[in-house]
């Protein structure tokens, strides 16, 4: 008999919150926010002034973009 207290959707939070964190600290470790200040780029943008591949920070931007995940930008924090 199948236990009932897991909840799939709690399982897939934590994880889906495991990865926003990783995002997060690796955007910190990168100067992502620093070069984001006062202003909005598209990810290519980004990753040519930090001299990054794009496709890490669109990856990275799915990732924020994705349910469930709070996105904080330069004006706050929202939901996506």
């Known amino acids: ?5 897991l909840d799939p959707g709690l399982i897939h ?4 919150g495991f990865m926003a964190s ?13 070069t984001l200040e006062g ?4 990810a290519a943008e980004v990753a040519a002034r930090l001299k990054l591949d ?13 349910p ?3 996105v904080i930008n330069n004006t706050g924090v929202h939901e996506t």
């Open 39 to 42: 202003t909005e780029l598209e």
């Open 1 to 5: 008999m199948p236990d009932e207290s």
């Open 54 to 66: 794009a496709r890490h920070i669109e990856a990275t931007q799915k990732l924020a973009q994705s």
């Open 22 to 34: 990783g995002a997060l600290f690796a955007a910190l470790d990168l100067d992502v926010f620093d």
């Open 68 to 70: 469930n995940t709070k």
């Open 13 to 16: 939070r934590i994880g889906t």
